[in-house]
């Protein structure tokens, strides 16, 4: 069983364009996050979400908005991509605050 | 906020050597410090963590030490092996649910054979 899913695994899109990323965890956690891994491997978080409250990296551009339909799923919307928004991302999930559990990434290309 | 530094960025070692990986944090008030290893292509794991009332903890051939009052902690590996080659991650935070999770930089340890 897969503990953190992501879907797609690939995402190839053109400048201005809005995509989504899905993210699944069947582990029953009250925590979900999303990260940003740049191609020099930073690992930075952008959202926490735990218990409908949502911590916000300040860093992060208000063209990213994180969306909760229930406390397993926790997708990731990029409206107006820009070229450095290329990236990894991943999904996690904990139980508060213990080992987090990371989704296989969502590789995204923008061109 | 926290800031995490990790030292040092790559690292070779012979196999069977052992291998030491310092991170330092600002924030006095962190109190969780996990340490995730993760291979090309793939995504991060975590191998050990530590809490801050703990001064050392350790997993078979790998272990973390803490101290709280120089702001710094260490992963170390004995008896390395080529499987340990990865990139490895240290990062701390504060919060009770992991928010403002900071972490370092990386460093690419590669084990030959």
């Known amino acids: 069983d897969t503990a953190v899913s992501q879907t797609p695994k690939y995402l190839v899109t053109q400048m201005g364009n809005d995509k989504s990323i899905k993210c699944e965890q069947n582990?029953?956690?009250?925590?979900m996050y999303w990260y940003k891994q740049d191609s020099k491997k930073f690992l930075k978080i952008m959202f926490s979400?735990?218990?409908?409250?949502?911590?916000i990296n300040e860093t992060v551009p208000n063209r990213f908005s994180p969306k909760s339909p229930d406390k397993a799923h926790l997708n990731l919307h990029i409206n107006s991509l820009e070229l450095g928004d290329s990236a990894v991302y991943f999904c996690?999930?904990?139980?508060?605050?213990?080992?987090?559990?990371f989704g296989p990434g969502t590789r995204l290309t923008v061109l | 906020g926290e800031n995490v530094e990790q030292h040092p960025s790559t690292l070779s070692v012979q196999e069977g050597d052992s291998a030491v990986i310092k991170c330092t944090y600002s924030d006095s008030a962190s109190n969780y410090f996990p340490w995730y290893k993760q291979e090309l292509g793939k995504r991060p794991q975590l191998i050990i963590d530590i809490r801050s009332n703990v001064g050392e903890k350790k997993d078979q051939r790998i272990a973390v030490t803490l101290n709280k009052t120089a702001k710094h902690f260490s992963l170390h590996i004995t008896e390395t092996q080529p499987e340990d080659s990865a990139v490895y991650f240290c990062?701390?935070?504060?919060?009770?649910?992991?928010?403002?999770?900071?972490f370092g930089p990386g460093t690419r340890l590669s084990v030959l054979p």
């Open positions: 582990l029953g956690h009250d925590t």
């Open positions: 979400y735990n218990n409908k409250e949502l911590i």
């Open positions: 990062a701390a935070t504060r919060d009770n649910y992991g928010q403002n999770f900071v």
């Open positions: 996690a999930s904990s139980q508060s605050l213990g080992e987090q559990f």
